[in-house]
T-cell receptor, first 113, second 110 residues
Framework: AQSVTQLGSHVSVSEGALVLLRCNYSSSVPPYLFWYVQYPNQGLQLLLKYTSAATLVKGINGFEAEFKKSETSFHLTKPSAHMSDAAEYFCAVIYNQGGKLIFGQGTELSVKP | NAGVTQTPKFRILKIGQSMTLQCTQDMNHNYMYWYRQDPGMGLKLIYYSVGAGITDKGEVPNGYNVSRSTTEDFPLRLELAAPSQTSVYFC?????????FGPGTRLTVL
C-alpha cells in the first residue's frame, strides 16, 4: 500500500540549532509531496510543496526540503531553530494527480532555549 | 476571504447522541474532505467529495455520513455517537494541488 513515513514522533533541538525532520514515501513514481505545520489548537498550514519542478523547495518561515528520488525522501530542514517553530509537522503525499492526500504520523518539534 | 470555516469549535456529546459538524468554504473549490486526527496517528480521511452531489468514502467512514448539496458546504453527520469518535475533526478544500484546512472541531463523546 502507498504510504508515507516520518521517522521520529518527537524531535527536540536547541534554539539556533539545525532542524531536520525526516520523511520517506513508498513509490517508484515521484509523487507530489507536502509539508504542513500545525500549531497548538489550530488547523494545518502549508509550509512547502514539491510538484516535479525544482528538487530543492523553499517554504515559509525559513524552511526548505529536498526531494531525493534515489532515497525516496523529502526531509524538511531549517538552519536555525526559533522558539516559534515549536509545533507538529506533517509530511503528506499525493501519488497521482487527482488522488487523495496521504499523511504521515506527524513529528512534534520542541525547541529548547 | 474566510477560507474554510468549521462550526462548532468544541462539542461534548453523550453516547448515542447525534450531531452535524458544519464546513463551509468560499474559494469555489470542487474537492472537499473530512479528516479526523488522533494523537500519534496523523490525519485519517473519513469522506471526500469531488463536487456538488458527489461523495465517496475515505479510509475510516464507519459511523459517519456526509452530503454535498452545494459547492460551498460539506457537513459531516455523526449518528449514534460512540467514545471511539472522540477526536479532532478537520475539513479541507482543494484547488489544483494544495489543500486548505479549517481550524478544526474538537469532539468528545462521553
Amino acid at each position: 500500500a502507498q504510504s508515507v513515513t516520518q521517522l521520529g514522533s518527537h524531535v527536540s533541538v536547541s534554539e539556533g540549532a539545525l532542524v531536520l525532520l525526516r520523511c520517506n514515501y513508498s513509490s517508484s513514481v515521484p509523487p507530489y509531496l507536502f509539508w504542513y505545520v500545525q500549531y497548538p489548537n489550530q488547523g494545518l498550514q502549508l509550509l512547502l510543496k514539491y510538484t516535479s519542478a525544482a528538487t530543492l523547495v523553499k517554504g515559509i518561515n525559513g524552511f526548505e526540503a529536498e526531494f531525493k528520488k534515489s532515497e525516496t525522501s523529502f526531509h524538511l530542514t531549517k538552519p536555525s531553530a526559533h522558539m516559534s517553530d515549536a509545533a507538529e509537522y506533517f509530511c503528506a503525499v499525493i501519488y497521482n494527480q487527482g488522488g487523495k492526500l496521504i499523511f504521515g504520523q506527524g513529528t512534534e518539534l520542541s525547541v529548547k532555549p | 476571504n474566510a477560507g474554510v470555516t468549521q462550526t462548532p469549535k468544541f462539542r461534548i456529546l453523550k453516547i448515542g447522541q447525534s450531531m452535524t459538524l458544519q464546513c463551509t468554504q468560499d474559494m469555489n473549490h470542487n474537492y472537499m474532505y473530512w479528516y479526523r486526527q488522533d494523537p500519534g496517528m496523523g490525519l485519517k480521511l473519513i469522506y471526500y467529495s469531488v463536487g456538488a452531489g458527489i461523495t465517496d468514502k475515505g479510509e475510516v467512514p464507519n459511523g459517519y455520513n456526509v452530503s454535498r448539496s452545494t459547492t460551498e458546504d460539506f457537513p459531516l453527520r455523526l449518528e449514534l455517537a460512540a467514545p471511539s469518535q472522540t477526536s479532532v475533526y478537520f475539513c479541507a478544500s482543494r484547488n489544483v494541488d494544495e489543500q486548505f484546512f479549517g481550524p478544526g472541531t474538537r469532539l468528545t463523546v462521553l
